[in-house]
């Protein structure tokens, strides 16, 4: 139980175009997921927190109209990165948080490689 | 040996050998503290955590320590074997928050 999928796995696209990444909940809801950045050979950082049917919160730095965060379902969160550009290159991951479980307690996707050229 | 590299910290053991990853946290309102193994190219993986009213918890291998008073987690996996390679990162989470902060991370390297 408690698998969180990501679509899509790698993706690559050209620079100032828009790229979408789902996070799904497959068996369990989340009123809560979360966005990360990873760049190579360095921890997971924090984008924003997203939390069904109201706005994501965004970490300070984070540019809320770059990263679109929606949370339409308490199974999917969609990140949307606009006009990307090559330093936005980088490993996403989301994670859920089960609603009936502990509040702490975080399921991560396997995250998507994008790539901007 | 440990080494530190230009971002992520490198231990390297023997197969078979105990390992020790060590991890230092910020928050001393943090009340929780998870470690995660995260293979090259894939999401983190949950090892084991433990609570702040705990100092030390065992799991299957590996065992986790907390010091609160130098605010200070390590990781001991036992019996190291080529499959444990990975980076692990410890996290921390605090009461007044839903937030998980990871710290740096350490790459395990075991050799044959």
């Known amino acids: 139980g408690a698998v969180v999928s990501q679509h899509p796995s790698r993706v690559i696209c050209k620079s100032g175009t828009s790229v979408k990444i789902e996070c799904r909940s497959l068996d369990f809801q989340a009123t809560t997921m979360f966005w990360y950045r990873q760049f190579p050979k360095q921890s997971l950082m924090l984008m924003a927190t997203s939390n069904e049917g109201s706005k994501a919160t965004y970490e300070q730095g984070v540019e809320k109209d770059k990263f679109l965060i929606n949370h339409a379902s308490l199974t999917l969160s969609t990140l949307t990165v606009t006009s990307a550009h090559p330093e936005d290159s980088s490993f996403y991951i989301c994670?859920?948080?089960?609603?009936?479980?502990?509040?702490?307690?975080?399921?991560f996707g396997p995250g998507t490689r994008l790539t901007v050229t | 040996g440990e080494s530190v590299g230009l971002h992520l910290p490198t231990l390297s053991v023997q197969e078979g050998d105990n390992s020790i990853i060590n991890c230092a946290y910020s928050?001393?309102?943090?009340?929780?503290f998870i470690w995660y193994k995260q293979e090259s190219g894939k999401g983190p993986q949950f090892i084991i955590d433990i609570r702040s009213n705990m100092d030390k918890r065992q799991g299957q291998r590996v065992t986790v320590l907390l010091n609160k008073t130098v605010k200070h987690l390590s990781l001991q996996i036992a019996a190291t074997q080529p499959g444990d390679s990975a980076v692990y990162f410890c996290a921390e989470n605090s009461a007044n928050t839903d937030k998980l902060i990871f710290g740096t991370g350490t790459r395990l390297q075991v050799f044959p």
């Open positions: 928050n001393s309102a943090s009340d929780y």
């Open positions: 994670s859920a948080r089960d609603s009936s479980g502990r509040v702490y307690e975080q399921y």
